[in-house]
């Protein structure tokens, strides 16, 4: 089955510093990938996908992330962050299999920034 | 376009109780998927729904279970609620389920 591992799951910043989440999912086929947000009392809402070409990807609110086929991986970056960045983002990959699809997430990773 | 909606909001419920949740999806997307959010498990798959089809179940009991009406309109029913049951659910739709998913604001469920 696939999983999808974050590996930070408290991340504490100050304004301005450079933020790096990692990402990595387990499945051997075609893939989607996402990075959800959640701020505070807020719902899930779409930060960037990757489904096919540049593997750089940029989305909303300056932040990118990068697809790695080789590493199984799909890092979040962004070259700086502010208070109101403060949330938890999610990694997310869809994978197929008998025309189903089933988003699968990772644990989540909180991001605190501190002003 | 108006967002992926979900009725009711909250909801408090005792053991032993059913409970029904609603989620109208995002007008022209047919796949409706349900989540269970909670701070011990994260984000887990519940089911998905297509074409008024379940084309996909997670790892839950048999107690979970839902359907979809012909407008796409999902509903998501979990009988004899136990206290575990208490989470966020969240039902999320999309074109025909492999690309984007939108998320609803969620139905908070609380079983005592």
């Known amino acids: 089955a696939q999983s999808v591992s974050q590996h930070n799951h408290h991340v504490i910043l100050s304004e301005a510093a450079s933020l790096e989440l990692g990402c990595n999912y387990s499945y051997g086929g075609t893939v989607n990938l996402f990075w959800y947000v959640q701020y505070p009392g807020q719902h899930l809402q779409l930060l960037l996908k990757y489904f096919s070409g540049d593997p750089l990807v940029k989305g909303i609110k300056g932040f990118e992330a990068e697809f790695i086929k080789s590493k199984f991986s799909f890092n979040l970056r962004k070259p700086s962050v502010q208070w109101s960045d403060t949330a938890e983002y999610f990694c997310?990959?869809?994978?197929?299999?008998?025309?189903?699809?089933?988003?699968?997430f990772g644990k989540g990773t909180k991001l605190s920034v501190i002003p | 376009k108006a967002g992926v909606t979900q009725t009711p909001r909250y909801l408090i419920k005792t053991r032993g109780q059913q409970v029904t949740l609603s989620c109208s999806p995002i007008s022209g997307h047919r796949s409706v998927s349900w989540y269970q959010q909670t701070p011990g498990q994260g984000l887990q798959f519940l089911f998905e729904?297509?074409?008024?089809?379940?084309?996909n179940k997670g790892n839950f009991p048999g107690r979970f279970s839902g359907r979809q009406f012909s407008n796409s309109r999902s509903e998501m029913n979990v009988s004899t609620l136990e206290l575990g049951d208490s989470a966020l659910y969240l039902c999320?739709?999309?074109?025909?389920?492999?690309?984007?998913?939108?998320f609803g604001p969620g139905t908070r469920l609380l079983v005592l």
């Open positions: 729904y297509f074409s008024e089809t379940q084309r």
């Open positions: 997310a990959v869809i994978t197929s299999g008998a025309g189903s699809y089933q988003l699968t």
């Open positions: 999320a739709s999309g074109l025909r389920g492999r690309e984007t998913q939108y």
